[in-house]
């Protein structure tokens, strides 16, 4: 499983976890990687959302959060479509 270019700043969890999907209720089991990288596109959308998507300072954080979008896509796309459709 190859991990997104942000990867070198991801730290992996040593555990993975059940997820659920704030929106539609359902929930999916993640892997370790598959959680890290799933808090990390979270994070990436808080901040996008709080700097503004129009705001070139957020530029990098929407490239990083395409790579992860784009990781699940590819490596676990049950988990894209629970969680992050």
Known sequence: MKLPKFSKELIIYEEGDVVENPFSGESIELNATELAIYDYIMGLQWVIDR???????SFTYQKELRNGLDWFRTNNAKAYMVLLD
């Not at 700097?51 to 300072?57: D, I, K, L, R, Y």
């Open 51 to 57: 700097v503004g998507a129009f705001n070139e300072a």
